[in-house]
C-alpha cells in the first residue's frame, strides 16, 4: 500500500515539473524509450510496470542493436508480469505481456515458441476480455492467427486463417487514424498474396501524419515494404 503511494505521488511530482499529467507517455511518444522504462519502473503500480513493458518493447522493436532485442524483451515480458500481479483487471498489462511474448518467441528454441503461442492467444483474449473494444489486441490476434495457419500449426492451438481479415478491419474501424494497424494488415495481405491491396495499405499509411516516434519508425517501415512489393 505504502509503495502504490509513494509511486502515485512521484507520478504527481514529476507531472508537475514537466506541466503535463503523463509524462511517462509523452517520452515514450518523443522515442525516450529508455528514460521511459528508467521513470515507470519506479512508481511500482500496475499502471507504471505496463508503461515500462511497452517502452521495453518499443526501445526493442524501434532503437536497440540486433544483440540486444531479446534482452529487452525479457524486460518487456518481466514487467508486464508485475503489472498484472499489481492489477489482475488491467487490459493493457495483458496486451503488452501478449507484445513481448510474441516477439520472444523469435529468439526462443521451438518448444518454448510453441508454449509462448499460448500465452499470445490467452493474454490476447484477456485483454479483449478485459476491453471488448482494444484494437490493438484485435491486430495481434490477427497476426497470431497468420503466423501460425502459415506455419501449419494453426490446429494445435484454435487458430482460424478466417479470422484474420475481420479482424483487421474491426482493428480499423475502431481506430482509423493509428498507422501501425494498416502497415501490419497490409503486410498481413502481402503474405496472403494479396498484393493490390496490400499496396493500398500502405499507401493509407502513408497519407497519415506521424503523431509519435513509433509512427515514424512505421512509416519507414511501410515505406520499406511497399517497395519491396512485387
Known amino acids: 500500500m505504502r509503495k502504490s503511494f509513494v509511486g502515485l505521488l512521484l507520478l504527481l511530482w514529476v507531472g508537475l515539473v514537466w506541466g503535463q499529467s503523463d509524462p511517462i507517455s509523452r517520452l515514450i511518444d518523443d522515442g525516450k524509450y529508455l528514460e521511459a522504462y528508467a521513470a515507470a519502473i519506479k512508481l511500482g503500480t500496475s499502471e507504471g510496470w505496463t508503461q515500462a513493458a511497452k517502452a521495453a518493447s518499443f526501445y526493442a522493436s524501434y532503437q536497440a542493436k540486433e544483440g540486444e532485442r531479446g534482452p529487452w524483451y525479457d524486460r518487456a515480458e518481466d514487467a508486464a508480469q508485475k503489472a498484472i500481479a499489481s492489477d489482475k483487471n488491467n487490459p493493457e498489462a495483458y496486451f503488452e505481456l501478449a507484445r513481448a511474448d510474441g516477439r520472444l518467441a523469435q529468439f526462443r528454441g521451438i518448444l518454448q515458441s510453441l508454449n509462448l503461442a499460448a500465452s499470445v492467444r490467452d493474454n490476447l483474449n484477456k485483454t479483449l476480455q478485459l476491453n471488448p473494444k482494444h484494437a490493438g489486441a484485435r491486430v495481434a490476434l490477427a497476426l497470431w492467427n497468420l503466423e501460425l495457419t502459415q506455419k501449419g500449426v494453426g490446429w494445435l ?10 479482424l483487421f478491419e474491426e482493428a480499423i474501424k ?9 502497415v501490419e494488415y497490409a503486410g498481413a495481405l502481402a503474405k496472403l498474396g494479396r498484393v493490390a491491396d496490400a499496396r493500398k495499405q500502405y499507401e493509407a499509411a502513408l497519407a497519415l501524419t506521424p503523431k509519435t516516434a513509433a509512427d515514424r519508425y512505421d512509416l519507414e517501415r511501410a515505406k520499406r515494404e511497399l517497395a519491396a512489393l512485387k
Open 157 to 166: 492451438y484454435g487458430a482460424d486463417g478466417g479470422r484474420i481479415i475481420p
Open 174 to 182: 475502431l481506430e482509423p487514424e493509428e498507422i501501425i494497424h494498416k
